[in-house]
């Protein structure tokens, strides 16, 4: 089975985490929570470092510390997800 062509997953990539900053976007909209707030801007950032290793692959080579950057505002994400989670459930 032949993979997908690389320009075709590099715009996936871009849409999913569209798809995810629109989700969380909506959430908010409905809870204004705090927790929604610091995954919405760490999913920014994450798309940001995305479309970074999309346009400038040379910069993102030469720069190992983006990926550190990047891995850390996938946590941050995570974090306030996780924390989102655990505030709805403690409200029911």
């Known amino acids: 089975m032949n993979a997908l062509p690389q320009a075709l997953q590099s715009l996936f990539s871009l849409v999913i985490a569209a798809m995810v900053l629109a989700a969380l976007a909506l959430m908010w909209r409905r809870d204004r929570s705090v927790w929604l707030i610091v995954a919405l801007g760490a999913e920014a950032v994450g798309l ?45």
């Open 48 to 92: 940001l470092f995305r479309f970074a290793l999309i346009a400038l692959p040379d910069l993102v080579r030469s720069a190992p510390m983006l990926f550190s950057a990047w891995t850390l505002s996938g946590l941050v994400f995570a974090v306030g997800l996780l924390g989102y989670a655990i505030e709805v459930n403690g409200k029911r």
